[in-house]
């Protein structure tokens, strides 16, 4: 498949213009696969990633500003998705011994059980991008390492 095919688009400004559209385009492709398993869990993306952030801390709680820091997706509403980890039990939260103005959270053992399950579908994750080889995705991480890093 091609850009031009999957979007019905043949002309771009030029080479940078049609990378750009490819990139969110491949984003976007991406996360409607990563939905699709996240969706057995009935968790989101970002719940996914605020769970995958706890248990790296784990034992430890960390605070939503801790979490905000280490977030994929910088836009997210991060008190509001710790919110619902809790009221799903998959993580706690109360208030900071150190510092009152801060909420600690944890990960539950119910949510250290949905990653688990998750952890099972790696191969799963990986396959998204079966088509390229060892070396090609080593390049592609160093491209999108780059383009970060411009500055």
Request: proline share 2%; glycine share 2%.
């Amino acid at each position: 498949m091609s850009l031009e095919r999957d979007i019905r688009q043949v002309n771009f400004r030029n080479d940078h213009h049609k990378a750009i559209i490819n990139i969110v385009y491949t984003y976007n492709w991406t996360m409607e696969r990563l939905k699709a398993l996240f969706d057995t869990e009935n968790i989101t993306p970002q719940q996914f990633n605020i769970l995958r952030i706890l248990r790296g801390a784990a034992p430890q709680p960390i605070s939503t500003l801790q979490i905000r820091e280490r977030m994929l997706d910088k836009m997210s509403d991060t008190s509001r998705i710790v919110d619902r980890l809790i009221i799903k039990g998959l993580a706690t939260k109360k208030n900071s011994i150190s510092d009152k103005r801060l909420v600690d959270i944890s990960i539950t053992y119910a949510g250290l059980e949905v990653l688990k399950r998750l952890d099972f579908k790696n191969n799963e994750m990986d396959a998204i991008l079966e088509k390229l080889n060892g070396d090609e995705v080593r390049t592609l991480n160093n491209l999108l390492d780059k383009i970060r890093n411009a500055d």
